[in-house]
């Protein structure tokens, strides 16, 4: 058991994780939710996300170098080690939006064009992860890369198969074949918290007074995650209405969390 975790770091994540289950998360999860609004969330989460995952890389790569840079030789390794287990996941993203339009170019009147939904500008979630990023990298605690990490992974473990089981329900058995981002994140990220959690372990250990900004980067990024979340479920209603001239069910509302 990761002690230093539960006890100095954990306790001060249940805001932001109760936050994040609440927001969009939670409301993706509704028994009731619309399949076609659902499946229109997907396309806006895998063509916007495509920002927000080519750069994962590089930013794990960085943050290591920096934590070497500034004495932290064990971590540092530790993260440019894994940093290359994240390369290409965009493709994955790249390739689900495709099968996705496919999808919906093959059962809906009004077809879309992958190409126009990957063009589409950054949201302010998405600045807002990079900004995220781009800040714990630069700073005296380029160790706090380490829980962004571990809080983004994380949900893969604990939304992400709940999340899987509504694309199935919603959308057929089959869907996982258009979701190779979700599906194999769900698979192998149950091993990255596992590396994360034991990398917060022995740092705490070493570190005890690291705990708060640990505790608030990690709560800033799950903030910022539900925020896009949401700004994609938003976007979801506003196509729907756009292509199918109806609003369709009414779901409740995602709150934009303040970061």
């Given amino acids: 058991m990761n002690e230093l975790v539960a006890t100095l770091y954990t306790p001060h994540l249940v805001t932001a994780r109760t936050r994040f289950e609440t927001g969009a998360a939670g409301v993706m999860l509704d028994e009731d939710f619309d399949p076609v609004l659902f499946e229109l969330f997907l396309l806006n989460y895998c063509s916007r996300g495509v920002r927000m995952t080519e750069p994962v890389e590089s930013w794990i790569e960085r943050a290591g170098k920096r934590c070497r840079e500034v004495g932290m030789d064990k971590l540092g390794i530790a993260l440019q080690k894994h940093a290359a287990a994240e390369a290409n996941h965009h493709l994955m993203m790249i390739a689900d939006t495709q099968a996705l339009v496919k999808r919906w170019n093959a059962n809906q009147p009004k077809p879309l064009a992958a190409e126009a939904l990957l063009a589409v500008p950054a949201t302010p979630a998405v600045d807002a992860y990079v900004t995220l990023h781009e800040d714990v990298i630069r700073s005296s605690e380029p160790y706090c890369q380490l829980a962004i990490e571990f809080e983004i992974e994380r949900i893969s ?12 329900r919603l959308l057929g058995p089959d869907s996982n074949e258009t979701l190779s981002f979700l599906a194999e994140h769900v ?4 091993g990255h918290t596992k590396f994360n ?3 917060l372990e022995r740092l705490l250990t070493e570190h005890r007074s690291f705990a708060p900004a640990l505790a608030r980067t990690g709560a800033a990024a799950l903030d910022i995650y539900g925020n896009f979340l949401a700004e994609c479920l938003g976007f979801a209603r506003t196509m729907r209405g756009a292509l199918l001239g109806s609003k369709g069910r009414e779901e409740p509302s995602a709150q934009i969390a303040q970061v």
């Fill in 187 to 190: 698979e192998v990220d149950q």
């Fill in 157 to 168: 473990v604990t939304w992400g198969p709940p999340f899987m089981r509504q694309c199935a």
């Fill in 197 to 199: 959690e034991l990398q």
